[in-house]
């Protein structure tokens, strides 16, 4: 069989596709690690309580709310204990949130085995598709339960790899319920049992509040195998209500009431105001040892209306070096009420208002506070897989400058006097850490247009976020394509910018250059009407061959891309008269041919990354070494000599049926390369499947058929061993490179 096609010339195979994974993608696990790193893309990482992006997370100051804390923690501790669900409520601003953190911060080394902070403006921990996955993961990373628990959940994964496509009641069912029951009561008693679920009315999708209750309380019920105790915190909302009163708790539940706290406040307010006079002592030198005095701080616990969010706001609004300290403090005081008295949180949203009314340029300030109100929506079919680990932080102060169009220092410095209510990280802080709203009531209060008035904040529509992102990703390719090596002659020798080319490449293997590569036709084909002029701008930027390039490169088993591209060219060429004419004569172009460019390379494997990109098959997992795909009336002569040179072509059929493959002068002549035994491996199979049955795409067996249906044609100027580059198709078809 090896010399089967030996000296073979000028043949065609066509009909059917082979190995090429279109729809849904199995996945196949090989250690125990992969099973986990399968679960940590399925899981939230920002719903931990220790989680970064919520940093700095709320805690109770010292000394408040201690009774509250003496209550809980009593319970958290009592073994024998009957009720299994403690459910703290109260209304917006009290410190549920605070008392959540706080008590997973004190059992985080004993008694707490996982956490779920829920937050409306965070996709990734703003619905319920991930609790399970989330907990699950927390359990296979804990100290005390990966060695007891974890092998059981990753095992129950590896027998189902699909576990996360089914219901949530079976997710907790298989992954948490099942794996505990396992155990021996003995192992059990010995474990961590406390799960604190916070902002359960920060849920989006409002059912799913009610069914997660549903899914607690018939665990706690039905499975005394099930070891846990759940704190669950959350606004008294009406479904949350009626959740705990129909989801058969009965007596596994205790309730308990935190509203306001008035002694607490003061309590806070007094040291606070003790830090702030310590700080800026240079600035309140000229004012009494006891300033603000009794009085400012009396007045501060009436206008907070037993509410933290409140006192804490007024802090970090007073403590902040761009004015002094007292002025800041006067301005809050000597406010005046005025069209928020029908407002539920008057108070609150007065000083909203206030710290708002402080910016001259409140236009400037408003784009950067939509996208902030703004989840970060994910077109429909978006894979879920590893995104939350893969994905940069679409909130980062780098992200939303080039959303925006901004220098990241505007960014910081349009939101300085936002300290207060927006968390901005520090300098040293890594690139990608998120700029977030600090807490809800704020949100709530930019989108009720009844309570901001003029500073209303709506959050952007689906197809007006997807254009903003889209046309971001589109335009991170840009910087790339103007280094692309047949671009850069003869301003530079080929070698000397290829050179740069591949230094340029390898250092964006982070960050969002990954996920523009993936995942910039799921923004564009999701938008529905008339595309931004930001965005047909971006795509009649795009240049298909250095993204190819650069995608083949990064990912050794892309195996969507001729897919999602040929639907960018339909979607594209639907929208009439606003069609982006450069982007659809390039893609046109493109899906007509181009060459490789394959450099004479002593590690022959990467040339299997080529055949695996272009067939969809999986025979290596090595990174490739180098790959330039080269627009179609570009000159091949610019490559070196020693280096080789084939043909990509699709037929007329691409469009409609799918890659199809042929391949034509090949030299089988010893001594054979890699890249000519694979292609010569991949060409028996192929032409075995075309003799024992039709192509799939065609209704009857007819060879004169299969013979026009070319799509791939190789042209090999030598045989060493090489590393593949993509060019753009030129005459070399018609003339081709001698074979040595």
Known sequence: MAGAFHSARDFDISGGTFNVIHGVQNNHFSAPDDVLRFLAGRASGNAAYNAGQRFPPPKCHPGTRVKVLEALSKWIEDDSKSTRVYWLHGPVGVGKSAIAQTLSEKYASTKLAAAFFFSRNDATRNELDSFVATIAYQFCTSDTLRD?????????????????????????????????????????????????????????YIPSQERLLMII????????????IFLICSRPEPTIVDGFDDAGFASNLKRLSISYAYKDIQKYLVEEFARLRKKYRAALQEEDESWPGEGAIWALVRRACGQFIFAATVIKYIDNRDELPQDRLKTILTVQPGGVLDSPYPDLDLL???????????????????????????????????????????????????????????????LSRLHSMIYIPPQHHKSWDAVHILHASFAEFLLDSTRSGEYHTPVMSLMEY???????????????????????????SFLASFEIWQDKIDGAKTGL???A????????????????????????????????????????????????????????????????????????????????????????RTTLELEKALFGSMLMRGPPKAFLVLP????????????????????????????????????????????????????????????????????????????????????????RPCTPIL??????????????
């Open 352 to 414: 909203y208002r206030q710290i708002l009314s402080m910016y001259p340029n409140w236009d400037r300030v408003r784009p950067i506070l939509r996208l902030l109100v703004t989840p970060d929506f994910r077109p429909y079919g978006f894979t879920r897989t590893n995104w939350y680990l893969s994905t940069p932080s679409f909130r980062s102060k780098s992200i939303i400058a080039a959303l925006l169009k901004l220098r990241v220092g505007e960014v910081e410095t349009s």
């Open 217 to 228: 309380g018939g665990a706690i019920a039905f499975s005394a195998s099930f070891p846990f």
């Open 466 to 492: 997807w254009d903003l992102v889209g046309a971001l990703l589109l335009r991170e390719f840009s910087s790339y394509t103007r280094d692309y090596p047949p671009y850069c002659m003869p301003r530079q």
């Open 513 to 515: 250059m990954p996920f």
């Open 517 to 604: 590569l993936d995942h910039w036709s799921h923004y564009c084909t999701r938008i529905v009407g008339s595309p931004s002029d930001d965005l047909l701008v971006a795509l009649d930027e795009f240049d298909p061959y250095s993204v190819l390039t650069m995608l083949i490169k990064r990912t050794p088993g892309v195996w969507s891309w001729e897919m999602l591209w040929n639907k960018s060219l339909k979607w594209a060429q639907f929208l009439g008269e606003r069609a982006p004419k450069k982007f659809i004569s390039r893609l046109e172009s493109f899906f007509s041919g181009f060459h490789i460019g394959l450099a004479p390379e002593p590690h022959p």
């Open 148 to 204: 007891v628990v974890g092998p059981l959940i990753l095992e129950a994964i590896r027998s189902n790899p699909r576990i996360f496509d089914t219901s949530v009641e079976n997710q907790f069912l298989r992954l948490l319920l099942e794996p505990f029951s396992k155990l021996t009561p003995a192992q059990r008693q010995q474990l961590p049992n406390l799960i604190v679920v916070d902002g359960l009315d920060e849920c989006v």
């Open 632 to 719: 179609p009336a570009m000159d091949t002569s610019i490559l070196p000599e020693n280096w080789l040179v084939a043909h990509i072509a699709f037929d007329a059929t691409f469009r409609n049926s799918g890659l199809q493959y042929s391949v034509n002068n090949i030299p089988f002549q010893e001594p054979y390369s890699q890249f000519q035994r694979v292609i010569r491996a991949v060409l028996k199979t192929m032409l075995r499947s075309i003799q024992s049955r039709p192509p799939p795409r065609l209704r009857a067996p007819h060879p004169e058929l299969w013979s026009k249906r070319i799509a791939w044609n190789a042209l090999l100027s030598s045989s």
């Open 727 to 740: 060019l753009p198709a030129s005459d070399i078809f018609q003339s081709p490179i001698p074979h040595p």
